[in-house]
DNA sequence: GTCTATAAAACGATAGAC
DNA sequence: GTCTATCGTTTTATAGAC
C-alpha cells in the first residue's frame, strides 16, 4: 500500500499527491486523452515506472484527478460561504472569481467542464459516471445557494447559471478572446441581480 | 495527387470522403486525440497503408474535418435562408434543431464545440487558428441574422446565443440529461422571443 | 519504498509489390 | 491507384535490483 492511510507519513514528500497535481494540471491543459503518463512522471519529478506504484493504472489516476476536482469545488464553496453570509453575494463572489480568471479559462477552458468533456468521449460506463458526478459537484453547490434564497426553481436556476458559465468557457476558450469570456460575467452578474430573493 | 481536383472522377468510390466523414463522426463520439488512423481506416473500409494516399499526416485529416464541419455550418446557414424569410424566424428555427437533436447532442456534446475544444487543448498555434475559425463560423452566421434585424450590438448578441447553446450542450453531456438541452432550447427561445427586431 | 530496465502492445508513417 | 507488410517510436504496464 501507498503512504499508509492519511495519517502521520502521508505527506512524506507526498509523491501521490504530486502525482495527482501535475496530472490535474497536464489534463487541464492538454486534456486527458493526450496526456501520457512520462507527461505526469517528468512534471512530478517521479520516475516513470514508480508511478505504479501509486496508482494501479492510468484510469486510476484519472479517476483521482476527478476526486480532486471535485473536492476543489467543496473547498472553494466553503471558501465562498465563510466568506459571504447571503447566498446570493456568495453567487456573485463565485462570478466574479471566473471574471477574474478569465485569462486561464481562455487559454484552456474551465478546468471542470472540459475535464467533464473528455470523460464523456470514452463511451464507458464508469468514465461518464465520473463526469456526471463532477457536474453535478458544480450544479448541487450552485442549487443550494438558490434554495437558501428561496426559490423553488432552485435547481433550473443553478443549471442556467452553470450553462451560461460553461458557454462562455467554451466559446471564449475556442475564440481565444478573453473579453467574450468578461462580457459573459457581466451579464451573470446582471442575471443574478435580477433574481428575486 | 489523389483523385485529380474536384471534377469528374471525385467520386469514383469518393474514398477521401468516405475517410473524413468516418473521421467527423470519430472525432465527435471518441475525441479527436482518442482517435487513431486505424480508427477512421476501419469505419471508411480503406487500408490502414492506403490512408497516406489521400491524407499526408494525421494533422492533415483534422484539418479536413474542421473543414468538413465548418462547411457544414455554411450549408445549414444556407438552408435556413432558403427556408425562412425573416431573420429571427432562422434564428428560432436554428434553435428548435437543436431541441430535436438533443439525444445525439446530450450523448457526444455539440460537434462543433467540442471539436473546437479538442483543438484548443494542444498549445499548438495553427490548431488553436482552426478551433477560432470554426467557432467563428458559427458565430459570424449568427451575428449575420442579429445584423439583419437591424442590431447594433449583433456581434454580442450572437456571442450570448452561442454560448447558451454550447453551455446547454457542455452541461446536459456531462449529466447525460437531454432535458437538460431541452429545457435550455426553450430558454432561448425566449430569449429571442424578447429581442427586438 | 525507490529506481532502472524492459516487456508487450499500439500508433504514425513508409516501402514496395501488384 | 490499391493493398500488404513492416519500420521506428511511443505508451502502458511489469520485473527485479537496490
Redesign the pocket.
Known amino acids: ?4 492511510r492519511k495519517g502521520a ?1 502521508e505527506s ?2 507526498g ?1 501521490r499527491e504530486q502525482l495527482v497535481s501535475a496530472a490535474c494540471g497536464l489534463f487541464h491543459q492538454q486534456g486527458v486523452a493526450a ?4 507527461d505526469i512522471a517528468d512534471r512530478s519529478g ?8 501509486y496508482f ?4 486510476d489516476i484519472v479517476a483521482a484527478v476527478v476526486g480532486a476536482r471535485s473536492r476543489e469545488i467543496q473547498d472553494l464553496g466553503a471558501l465562498l460561504e465563510k466568506r459571504h453570509r447571503s447566498p446570493k453575494a456568495r453567487l456573485k463572489a463565485l462570478v466574479s472569481m471566473v471574471a477574474d480568471q478569465r485569462e486561464a479559462i481562455t487559454a484552456y477552458g474551465c478546468p471542470y467542464g472540459t475535464l467533464c468533456a473528455d470523460l464523456v468521449s470514452p463511451h464507458d460506463d464508469s468514465s461518464r459516471s465520473l463526469a456526471a458526478g463532477l457536474m453535478q459537484s458544480l450544479v448541487a453547490w450552485t442549487e443550494q445557494q438558490f434554495q437558501e434564497m428561496g426559490r423553488r426553481d432552485a435547481r433550473a436556476l443553478a443549471l442556467e447559471l452553470v450553462a451560461l458559465y460553461q458557454g462562455g468557457a467554451v466559446v471564449a476558450s475556442a475564440l481565444g478572446d478573453p473579453d467574450v469570456l468578461a462580457q459573459q460575467a457581466r451579464r451573470m452578474q446582471r442575471w443574478l441581480d435580477s433574481i428575486e430573493a
Chains 1, 2 share one sequence.
Open positions: 500500500m501507498p503512504p499508509q507519513s512524506r514528500g509523491k496526456t501520457t503518463l512520462a517521479v520516475p516513470l515506472g514508480n508511478v505504479y506504484y494501479k493504472s492510468r484510469d
